[in-house]
C-alpha cells in the first residue's frame, strides 16, 4: 500500500509542477490554488508511504520518477525540446531508480 501512496504522490507533485507555467507566477488565483493543493496533497501521501518505505529510498523515486515524467510531459505538452544528452541522463534516472527500488532490502553497512 505504500508504494500506492507514493505513486499518488508522485502523480499530484508531476500535476503541481505542470501547472507552474499556466499559473503566470502565480497571477492567475484558481490554476495557483489547484497547485499549492497538489503540491499539498503531494507530501501529505508521501508521509504515508514513509511509513514503510525508508525514507532515502522514497524521496529518491519520487524525485527520479518526477523528473523523468516531468521532463517527458513537458516535450509532449509545452513543445520542449529534448537532447540526445538529456535522453540519456532521463535514461540513467531510470535506470538509478529501479537499481535503488531492487536493491532497497540489502544493508552495506
Known sequence: MSYIYLLGAIVCEVFGTMLLPLSKNFTKPLISIVLVVAYMLSFYLLTFALKEI???IAYSTWAGVGIFLITLLG????????QWQSLIGLLLIALGVAIVN???DQNVI
Open 54 to 56: 525508508p525514507i532515502a
Open 75 to 82: 516535450y509532449l505538452i509545452y513543445d520542449q525540446s529534448l
Open 102 to 104: 531492487t536493491f532497497k
